[in-house]
């Protein structure tokens, strides 16, 4: 351990969001869905159960022909307006509509984030950490963002894929240890999400949840041990914490299937990050006794003000409110970007610390704890302190 990495403050700055342009209705979703044929019964239950208690209203998608405004499309691949069919692509060609449309949102996130910086330049940036699980290329987005923002010719690059929804905080995480080995370092972190490539119709219980959730976005910022500029606003990156739940592996995961990535994502999640977030959070706290002791007693929501809980669902975000005995307004950002952009995987952590962040009633040393679950069944965490 460098002694001097201790007394560095490491902060996330330029914090920047990016959706694409097609906006999907819950309700008018919830009626393609309900209407395809060869749905059981049963099926078409759990689709207006899904889709009516999600806690979305609306999500975004990079799929023009998803929409129900304007001219159908000439030639879908994914919905035929006209018949009101979902159609069933094979993965390449979604994996192609995911390379041509994840390079604009990494470049368009990328480059908000770097310009969002007052004193940042695009040269300025030494590495780049990019996130993903919902498609895959090479050269990929870590070389498309450093081309296309013209970042300097040995800009260090590395792609954290197919990790699964918590996959931006170990990003985080690994910037800020590079910002510790090298307090020159500026490291330009984005995921990009188009899980909306990834839909199917299906009476599949997992899949079906699934469609409910799901939508596309991306989310970027600048990891860096630079002083804030005066009036700029960001987070000191204080701690992190790593678990995985005892028998939660095959709660949840992701599989490359020959009609798109398949989901596995079981009901007992919700439950099962319920029962295990305190463990997961307390080595969070370890180097803070208070939190810990505050966390023990039941106190951690009045110890730590904010909460950037990753809304993997509402049951989730029920159950870790009740859990850690959280108010309601502490849950009101991971709801309000659960019901206005649905679950965009990695990228939808940020988009909540995002809107803590732009909140009046964020103040300059205010606490905040981040998380976020994926497969295995992971908890990933990190406390935060607001800057500015």
């Known amino acids: 351990m460098h002694h001097y990495a201790r007394d560095m403050t490491v902060s996330l700055r330029g914090l920047s969001t990016a959706v694409p342009a097609t906006q999907l209705v819950q309700t008018d979703v919830q009626e393609v869905f309900g209407s395809q044929p060869g749905l059981s019964r049963l099926a078409q239950r759990i689709v207006s159960t899904s889709f009516g208690l999600s806690g979305i209203e609306r999500r975004y998608t990079v799929l023009e022909e998803l929409t129900l405004e304007g001219p159908p499309a ?210 969070l706290l370890e180097s803070e006794p208070p939190l810990v002791d505050a966390l023990r007693d039941g106190a951690v929501g009045g110890a730590i003000d904010h909460w950037a809980i990753h809304p993997g669902g509402r049951s989730i975000l029920d159950h870790v409110e009740s859990t850690l005995a959280l108010s309601e307004s502490q849950l009101v950002p991971a709801r309000e970007t659960l019901r206005d952009f649905g679950n965009m995987s990695s990228a939808t952590v940020l988009f909540v610390l995002d809107r803590i962040l732009r909140d009046p009633g964020a103040a300059d040393g205010d606490r905040v704890a981040a998380m976020a679950f994926g497969p295995g069944l992971t908890v990933e965490s990190a406390l935060l302190t607001v800057r500015g």
Do not use: K
């Open 74 to 283: 000439e030639d879908p691949s994914f919905y035929d307006r006209a018949s009101g069919l979902l159609l069933d692509p094979g993965t390449r060609l979604r994996n192609d509509v995911y390379a041509e449309h994840a390079s604009r949102l990494y470049v368009e996130a990328g480059g908000a984030a770097i310009a969002a910086v007052p004193g940042i330049e695009a040269a300025d940036v030494t590495h780049v950490i990019t996130v993903s699980c919902t498609g895959f290329y090479a050269p990929g987005p870590d070389f498309v963002i450093a081309r296309d923002l013209g970042l300097r010719a040995g800009v260090q690059r590395y792609h954290l894929g197919f990790m699964g929804c918590y996959a931006s905080m170990p990003a985080l995480r690994l910037a800020t240890q590079l910002c510790q080995a090298d307090p020159q370092a500026v490291v330009l972190v984005v995921s990009v999400e188009l899980c909306t490539l990834h839909l199917r119709t299906s009476n599949d219980p997992d899949t079906i949840v699934a469609t409910s959730l799901f939508g596309d976005g991306a989310g970027a910022g600048i990891v860096t041990a630079r002083e804030l500029e005066p009036g700029e606003r960001g987070f000191a990156l204080d701690a992190f914490a790593t678990r995985t739940t005892p028998q939660g592996e095959g709660a949840m995961a992701w599989r490359i299937g020959d009609h798109g990535f398949e989901m596995v994502l079981s009901n007992a999640v919700p439950s099962l990050i319920g029962e295990h977030v305190t463990g997961a959070i307390e080595p």
